[in-house]
């Protein structure tokens, strides 16, 4: 375990990499002892400086819950991080690729939370009596490590590799769908780009919050009313540039776009 200032000073690392669009190298790289709880901690301190700037937690993100993404990475297990207020991108705004080092675009099933979570012993079932509904959405990913070259410890502390999401305008209850049989298609100007169906993620989107409620309480963080929470992508990442448009249909959910410029 590495000590409170080993992790204070990776965390300002990452901090300065993000404002400065400079990615660094893998923490791994140097110090090869980090593990996950360490990853965490990082990921927290650098959390805990923008929320003292004036941000706010609007949610979670599951990272590398599907096999493609797990294999993509070359890692086996999920990681979450924090969805802020100012992560935020909307369909009709084109987004500046100039503001992210490596941007990459990741299609999900949004959950919107009505209700708060329990922590220990959430169950998928409390999971659907919680969501409100369920909403197309984009990920915006992005890595503050070099090319992406990552272990799983690197991609937690640098908040599992969060930048950004977009969520369609469609909300459709649980009980109005089946959550493990949505189908997406993800095109980018035109071109179909990637395919897949919600049941990637760990076989059940809802199974991936209910890992992450567990997860995040051990960390004194718990999911509530309001939250939005991304479990993860149906497919693999798609590197974004500028004048890419993407758009993620979703069978009886809709569909969602986002423009980079």
Not at 156 to 171: E, Q, T
Not at 229 to 257: K, M, Q, Y
Request: net charge negative.
């Amino acid at each position: 375990m590495l000590s409170t200032q080993l992790r204070t000073e990776l965390a300002d690392q990452l901090d300065t990499a993000e404002r400065g669009r400079a990615p660094i190298g893998p923490l791994t790289a140097d110090h090869p002892d980090i593990d996950v709880v360490d990853a965490y901690e990082i990921q927290l301190l650098n959390i805990r400086r923008r929320l003292q700037d004036g941000a706010k937690v609007v949610g979670h993100k599951v990272g590398l819950s599907s096999l493609a993404m797990q294999q993509m990475m070359g890692v086996d297990e999920p990681d979450y991080g924090h969805l802020l207020a100012d992560m935020e991108v909307f369909e009709d705004q084109p987004v500046d690729t100039a503001r992210f080092c490596f941007p990459r675009v990741e299609v999900e099933v949004a959950f919107v939370l009505g209700a708060d979570l329990p922590g220990a012993g959430c169950t998928e079932q409390d999971v659907l009596d919680a969501t409100v509904a369920f909403a197309p959405s984009i990920e915006l990913i992005d890595s503050r490590i070099t090319d992406w070259k990552i272990t799983l410890p690197d991609t937690i502390a640098d908040n599992a590799s969060s930048a950004g999401f977009v969520l369609g305008k469609n909300r459709v209850r649980p009980a109005d769908i089946d959550i493990k049989a949505i189908d997406a298609v993800l095109t980018s100007n035109g071109e179909i780009k990637a395919e897949g169906r919600s049941d990637a993620v760990l076989g059940n989107p809802v199974t991936a919050v209910a890992w992450l409620a567990q997860k995040v309480e051990s960390f004194g963080v718990r999911l509530k009313a309001g939250d939005i929470v991304l479990p993860g992508s149906c497919t693999r990442a798609i590197d974004a540039h500028p004048g890419d448009h993407f758009r993620a249909e979703f069978s009886g959910l809709g569909s969602v776009s986002l423009q980079f410029k």
